[in-house]
């Protein structure tokens, strides 16, 4: 079973800095794709920032400049780096991978998420 687990979420005010980080724990052949996304209150879900299974990095127009995403393969750890926070960015961030897992019967795809995490930023 593949397991993902947040941290890092809390309150700060505008312009502060926030690292989140996921973990992702099981029985993996290969990460296929990884990403971080949010949800605001009354509003969808969306996509923050991606890495492509190719290696590609892609920021949602509103965080370009102020987020990175990152990864760190021997702790088997995501990381998103957030600065200049501002209270537009408040919300439930959760992580996601699309990946290769090894089950009894050989491989096969998988696409998990983490618990979430709350930031706030104050104004």
């Known amino acids: 079973q593949v397991q993902l687990v947040e941290s890092g979420g809390g309150l700060v005010q505008a312009g502060g800095s926030l690292r989140l980080s996921c973990t992702v724990s099981?029985?993996?052949?290969?990460?296929?794709?990884m990403a971080w996304y949010r949800q605001a209150p009354g509003k969808q879900r969306e996509l923050v920032a991606i890495?492509?299974?190719?290696?590609?990095?892609n920021y949602a127009d509103s965080v370009k400049g102020r987020f990175t995403i990152s990864r760190d393969n021997a702790k088997n750890t995501m990381y998103l780096q957030m600065n200049s926070l501002k209270p537009e960015d408040t919300g439930v961030y959760y992580c996601?991978?699309?990946?290769?897992?090894?089950?009894?019967?050989?491989?096969?795809?998988?696409?998990?998420w983490g618990q979430g995490t709350q930031v706030t930023v104050s104004s």
């Open positions: 890495i492509t299974g190719g290696g590609r990095i």
């Open positions: 099981g029985n993996i052949f290969s990460i296929n794709g």
């Open positions: 996601n991978e699309k990946v290769t897992e090894r089950i009894s019967s050989g491989l096969t795809l998988g696409e998990y």
